[in-house]
């Protein structure tokens, strides 16, 4: 059975990835994670799952490398980490009773093949009161996550309903992942 | 503040209970889950729910007591879990590739004050090959779960999407219930 790398130090990505059952390492590298403003938001997150495996595949060209990238989109514009309090309570404010969109990218690489695709789910977000919010920035849970929020921690009662792959927000897209995944095996 | 109970021993539910940043301890019983079949989905999850915390509640009048139970429904009918291996691989074929709907329903009681309330999710399941079916069912993961799956393991690489509160499917709708519980504390 050919090695399989998860190009990622996400520990959210790291416990879905097991529910594939396939063993898998992590070995991830810093990239520069800025793109082109032109491109949409499935190029954005499939062009930088790219450049995250590809970096690690290039020093192990005979395993099976997967990387991924994921962005929240609100009214088609990307929003990233929070980079204070402030900020985050900012863009909780602007989610609050809206649809916004998160996009996740993957990128399966070995050697001379590859696949890269993405999926999207719409996220409706419940109208949130202001002490809400800042209950919920006062968890730290908001910090290091695109949008401001987890769905799978306290941020699961923000949320309203989603239409689409619930996984794809957590991080990894893990059931249309398998199906692709089963042709490198 | 006052006591609050969760009436369920499901570790899903208490974990999903955790997300609310609400104490809380866990309290019991057994109750016969036969009903009448005339009740539709909606009317047989709330029922329960009431069920499984009106007993808890009897002992415990100045408690908050929430009860909860959830159905897997297909073309109308309630699907309860599995009877036998080969019970799971005949409720997996029927769900392949078709849309479903999970239904649990919600009841806090506090003494004389009661809340019941309900939520609904689609889901649909990618078309499953008998391979994948025979797979998932060896992990033993769908014996005892309501529609021989289980979203949050790894039934989630089963699933293609769903349309509506994600942790209705895995058996507690926090959100809705944050919200409603604001009321009781």
């Not at 930088?48 to 590809?54: F, P, S, T, V, Y």
């Not at 999926?119 to 002490?131: G, I, M, P, R, S």
Request: proline share 4%; glycine share 6%; net charge negative.
């Amino acid at each position: 059975m050919k090695k399989v790398i998860l190009a990622s130090t996400s520990p959210r990505r790291k416990e879905l990835m097991s529910l594939l059952n396939v063993p898998f390492v992590i070995d991830a590298k810093e990239v520069d994670e800025s793109f082109d403003a032109c491109l949409s938001p499935a190029e954005v997150v499939q062009f930088l799952a790219e450049k995250k495996a590809k970096i690690i595949a290039e020093t192990n060209p005979d395993a099976i490398v997967i990387g991924s990238d994921t962005v929240v989109v609100f009214k088609n514009e990307i929003i990233g980490k929070p980079t204070s309090t402030e900020n985050a309570i900012e863009i909780l404010e602007k989610l609050s009773g809206e649809t916004h969109q998160v996009y996740t990218g993957v990128a399966i690489l070995n050697g001379e093949v590859s696949e890269v695709f993405y999926e999207a789910t719409d996220v409706k977000f419940f109208d949130l009161t202001q002490e809400e919010i800042e209950w919920y920035v006062a968890t730290n849970e908001p910090l290091d996550k695109a949008g401001a929020y987890g769905i799978q921690g306290y941020g699961s009662t923000l949320v309203e309903k989603i239409n689409g792959d619930y996984f794809t927000i957590v991080g990894l897209p893990v059931a249309k992942l398998k199906r692709k995944l089963k042709d490198f095996l």
